[in-house]
């Protein structure tokens, strides 16, 4: 049976689906650059000490002094995995402002959407 | 921190998984308690099962919502009080002592497998229109297929006021624990706000997501997210909730069900008595 999904389902299946398969991605390609390089999985990385997803977001960016390594693919499968939820919420909060122009669920959206956006960024 | 090494925690993370989407409870009910048994701090165990509900959740409420079974409404709405009760359940076990947290998980688990016994026995109630003020305002009805009977049901949510702060409840468990909390999620939206069981266990999957994305960025704050822990346990329970979805979708035998719902309240006991110990 096929069924045609309303856009907005549309909208929050493709960003989860599609950040989780890019979460993965990154994180398995970190685990065999490992694997080749080190020949095991077993390694002792420091916790991520990042203040918040916007240090953690810096410190991918800015990369190791000898440039990309496993640990910076991991930490960016983890970081898109972080942020999946997070855009998920601020698509349907435009999505309700802009298309929908349902201003409740607006507001409700951008409540979540702000106390998100504080405990990820801003903290 | 002990060292279990990669594949270890693979592997148990991968049959945690199974074994918490056969129970219902999720992953993360199950890997915390085993990550203990093998000397990892419960606070390292606790923000890596959270970073890890964040995936079972993206995967199943994208299935879910493929199959036309998630209310997104209300699943949104929810999370409003969900998120606030995240921050400060995370908050309180960033202070909390080792043995408080493991009394509280026990007993969490112990509540949590008797709730969804109980809920396994209670009979499918018909969706009745009683909606509240709330709910009618917010517009939260919807409808969904039940393809055993080939019809298309139509619900609508009721006790919207009521629904939306127990949800704090659940959202301050999740962020406390690092579980989903899907168990108190799906009782709070059956019972309170009578919603059908199928859509109110996919709905909460969307919630879980969001919730658990509070709570780790409280953890991760303090540093507690370590990828040598985090990494496996996303893949292992990822994978075995898969696994363990698609293994009750094709199984009718309720007893395999209840026995893992008996190994889990006897974790939860023991978790109690070390924690007490």
Redesign the interface.
């Known amino acids: 049976m096929t069924?045609r999904?309303p856009p907005?389902?549309t909208l929050?299946?493709a960003i989860?689906?599609g950040?989780?398969l890019l979460?993965?991605a990154l994180?398995l390609a970190?685990?065999t650059w490992e694997w080749i390089l080190q020949g095991t999985?077993?390694?002792?990385?420091p916790?991520?000490?990042?203040?918040?997803?916007r240090g953690?977001l810096e410190s991918i960016t800015a990369g190791s002094p000898e440039g990309l390594s496993p640990?910076i693919l991991?930490?960016a499968?983890?970081a898109v995995?972080?942020m999946?939820?997070?855009v998920?919420?601020l698509a349907?909060m435009l999505f309700f402002t802009f298309r929908d122009r349902n201003y409740?669920?607006s507001a409700?959206?951008g409540?979540?959407a702000l106390?998100?956006t504080w405990?990820?960024f801003l903290? | 921190m002990a060292d279990p090494g990669f594949l270890l925690i693979f592997a148990i993370s991968l049959v945690a998984g199974l074994f918490g989407a056969m129970t219902g409870l999720g992953g993360g009910t199950i890997i915390v308690p085993v990550l203990t048994y093998l000397g990892v701090d419960i606070k390292l165990a606790i923000a890596a099962s959270m970073v890890s509900v964040i995936a079972t959740s993206c995967s199943s409420a994208a299935a879910y919502i493929r199959e036309g079974l998630v209310n997104l409404k209300v699943g949104m709405y929810l999370e409003m009080f969900t998120v606030s009760g995240a921050i400060v359940g995370a908050s309180i076990t960033l202070v909390s002592g080792q043995d408080l947290l493991f009394v509280i998980f026990g007993c969490v688990l112990i509540g949590a497998a008797v709730l969804l016994f109980i809920r396994q026995r209670a009979p499918e109630r018909e969706s009745a229109d009683n909606r509240d003020r709330l709910s009618c305002w917010l517009e939260l009805s919807g409808k969904c297929e039940d393809r055993a009977e080939k019809k298309t049901i139509v619900y609508y949510p009721s006790r919207a006021a009521a629904g939306g702060p127990l949800m704090v409840i659940a959202g301050m468990i999740s962020g406390l624990l690092g579980i989903g909390a899907g168990a108190f999620n799906v009782l709070a939206q059956d019972l309170v706000m009578g919603l059908p069981t199928k859509v109110s266990t996919a709905t909460s999957t969307l919630i879980i997501g969001v919730t658990a994305l509070a709570g780790t960025g409280i953890y991760l704050a303090a540093g507690l997210v370590d990828p040598d822990l985090a990494v496996p346990v996303i893949l292992g329970v990822m994978l075995g909730a898969l696994g363990g979805s698609f293994i009750l979708i094709r199984s009718t035998n309720r007893a395999v069900r209840n026995y893992f719902m008996v190994v889990v309240i006897v974790i939860g006991i023991d978790m109690v008595i070390r924690g007490i110990s």
Not at chain 1, 41 to 45: A, E, F, G, K
Not at chain 1, 47 to 53: G, K, P, Q
């Open positions: 069924r999904l907005l389902e929050v299946f989860l689906a950040g989780l979460s993965v994180i970190g685990l999985l077993n390694t002792d990385h916790a991520i000490s990042a203040v918040n997803v953690l640990l991991l930490s499968g983890i995995l972080l999946t939820p997070y998920q919420v349907a409740r669920f409700i959206t409540f979540v106390v998100l405990v990820l903290r």
